[in-house]
């Protein structure tokens, strides 16, 4: 029942420090690695808080010699999206290329136009650019024997705010368990004695660049009202009538719960996560697949 499940679990590590979620992690980078004779490990850097934060979190587990980044700009990447991937790298001292997708973009297109004619653009073409990215990163991985790391967080995770065989390429999902408010908390402590992550990757709204002017926030309710229903809902198993009791609107509880149950096959398709809360998804998180049902 549902007080056996609060009790099993009712949140995220209380008491533990960001110092210790940050060593967490690059102990599991650097143990998965080891044990499974991975020398280095390859990633997307899209000039984004949550590339960066696994970048750095790589480079502490692994050397940043050991740490291969690669930026992936299409049309809609901004200057300063590449500009702040590269100042991330020099930062870290990692290895770091540029490999534009407009050329594979352009061969999409024209292969798929006989097919798509008379139709809008949407998502599809979005999901088109993150799945050749992921292709290029795993052929890197396959050619030089780096592991693909995974750079999503648990919020998009949750919600389905990623594309299977796309984004959520890779062998090991380092931030799959970290809430987007707790990896903005990555940053600022990453960045405690010197500037690592670049000020304005931390501080400008954060985008996926699938198509002009996005935002996530056109997708998703702001992180700091998404965040504190995610934890409630899967970390303390509270009702959407508990949820609301807190101060949520109730259409928005309903919409995010609603998204959690239609992504549950992304999330047993995504890469192996580090685990760092008391409910990470996998193991710690069991559902069918497939609901009908209400809670």
């Known amino acids: 029942d549902s007080n056996s499940l609060r009790a099993a679990g009712s949140h995220t590590l209380p008491g533990d420090s ?4 940050l060593n967490a992690l690059t102990l599991g980078v650097r ?5 499974t004779g991975f020398k280095s490990a390859v990633l997307g850097l899209s000039g984004g808080i949550d590339s960066a934060v696994t970048a750095a979190v790589a480079c502490r587990a692994l050397g940043a010699a050991q740490v291969h980044a690669l930026a992936l700009p299409s049309p809609y990447t901004s200057g300063a999206s590449i500009d702040d991937a590269r100042q991330l790298a020099s930062n870290l001292d990692c290895n770091f290329a540029t ?9 999409y297109r024209v ?4 097919f798509f004619a008379g139709r809008a653009e949407d998502v599809t073409e979005q999901n088109i650019q993150a799945r050749i990215r992921g292709n290029l990163l795993m052929a890197l991985s396959n050619k030089f024997g780096h592991l693909l790391l995974s750079t999503g967080n648990k919020s998009e995770m949750a919600v389905g705010y990623c594309t299977l065989y796309g984004d959520m390429s890779g062998g090991l999902a380092v931030l799959a368990d970290v809430p987007k408010q707790m990896v903005y908390e990555l940053a600022h402590r990453i960045n405690r004695d010197r500037e690592i992550i670049p000020a304005r990757t931390i501080t400008r709204p954060p985008t996926a660049e699938l198509k002009p002017d996005q935002r996530d926030q056109d997708d998703l309710p702001p992180y700091e009202i998404l965040d504190p229903i995610l934890t409630a809902y899967l970390e303390e198993c509270l009702t959407v009538d508990e949820i609301v009791a ?3 609107d109730r259409p928005v509880v309903k919409d995010i719960i609603r998204r959690i149950k239609i992504n549950e096959h992304k999330r047993r398709q995504a890469p192996l996560g580090l685990k760092i809360t008391t409910k990470a998804f996998g193991h710690g998180r069991r559902y069918p697949v497939v609901q009908n049902f209400t809670e």
């Open 18 to 21: 960001i110092d210790q979620i």
């Open 111 to 114: 292969t798929l136009q006989p």
């Open 31 to 35: 143990d998965y690695l080891f044990k």
């Open 246 to 248: 807190r101060g949520f």
């Open 99 to 107: 490999m534009a997708i407009d050329r594979a973009m352009e061969a």
